[in-house]
């Protein structure tokens, strides 16, 4: 309020006391605007909403109450000084479950009126300051609140990143650990059995229960069964060469790993074993000592274990090369 003098509405139905009271507020600094009735008080409210009403109990039309819950209803809470000349025990209960700023009687003590005006002008300027830094604070609090949010998802995401690529480093750390153990074990392998058993083995241990077939190029360069494997057992031979007849084909016409669901190709294999092919998933290694040159092939299978994953077809495509060149070796 220190930069404008404060507004007061004076309602009162004396005009004797409106224009003393109108003199003594003037003299203290504020703006007084006047008026005579309570339809009157409404009516200004309506026009500028004062910071503060002085409000007689006895007006013509109305009850300076009946204007203070009239204001209230439609959502002016102004502050309010009631005064009134009745010092009876009802009208000063009533005055006072309206919670107004105060409630003075007549006849008025114009210092103590004044008085009153300036605490609770002073009093409402304060909680508005109060609120207004509330609300400062409140938004400072929100900003403060997402940028620590944001903060902790970054955050979150870089520890997801790093783990994520913790995890890859790791994984690929144990494959070529399994490469390298696998390595050492053909080195004394004498024959193509040998080096199978290392294979599967190896491979067995790193992935997990597993079937396979071994093959490799005779003389003629075709490519021949040259050992089975599994556990408890490997399965018969006419099974096996049945199985892996229609791969070989795919392998000829494109030597990579590849991934095959038996069970969900059923129709490109022999028709005597489709019956035990559904839960069957198939990985095919191609083994190639140089580019374009094919000396055998293995092919692992599962039997409604887990499928092979992209870690299997990793481990087969780094251990291809060391087969290869065992098996060229042992030529």
Not at 39 to 66: M, S
Not at 98 to 107: G, H, N, W, Y
Not at 129 to 135: A, F, P, S
Not at 253 to 277: H, S, T, V
Request: charged share 25%.
């Amino acid at each position: 309020m220190a930069d404008r003098r404060p507004k007061v509405l004076v309602v009162d139905d004396e005009p004797d006391l409106r224009e003393l009271l109108s003199e003594a507020l003037a003299e203290a600094g504020m703006d007084v605007t006047l008026a005579a009735s309570g339809a009157e008080a409404l009516d200004r409210v309506q026009r500028a909403l004062p910071d503060i009403l002085v409000a007689d109990v006895n007006l013509g039309d109305c009850t300076g109450l009946e204007v203070l819950d009239r204001l209230r209803n439609e959502g002016r809470d102004v502050p309010t000084v009631v005064i009134t000349g009745y010092k009876d025990a009802k009208t000063l209960t009533d005055a006072a479950h309206r919670r107004p700023a105060d409630v003075l009687t007549k006849p008025l003590d114009l210092d103590l009126l004044t008085a009153t005006i300036r605490g609770e002008l002073t009093r409402q300027n304060t909680a508005q300051r109060t609120e207004r830094r509330v609300r400062r604070l409140r938004r400072v609090a929100h900003r403060l609140n997402h940028q620590r949010k944001h903060a902790v998802r970054q955050l979150n995401t870089t520890c997801e990143d790093l783990t994520e690529a913790y995890q890859a480093l790791s994984g690929q750390m144990a494959l070529q650990q399994t490469v390298i153990a696998y390595q050492n074990k053909l080195l004394p392998a004498q024959n193509d059995d040998d080096v199978f058993s290392a294979l599967f083995g190896t491979f067995a241990r790193h992935s997990g229960a597993v079937f396979g077939v071994a093959m490799v190029c005779d003389a003629e360069a075709h490519l021949r069964i040259a050992g089975r494997f599994g556990v408890p057992q490997p399965d018969a031979p006419a099974f096996c060469g049945a199985l892996v007849r229609p791969i070989v084909e795919d392998i000829l016409a494109k030597p990579q790993c590849q991934l095959i669901d038996a069970g969900e190709e059923q129709d490109r294999f022999d028709a005597a074993i489709r019956r035990y092919l559904p839960g069957v998933t198939v990985l095919a290694v191609p083994l190639l000592p140089s580019a374009g040159e094919l000396i055998g092939l293995v092919v692992f299978y599962r039997k409604g274990e887990q499928p092979f994953t992209d870690v299997d077809v990793a481990l087969a495509e780094l251990i291809a090369p060391s087969t290869a060149a065992a098996i060229r070796r042992n030529d």
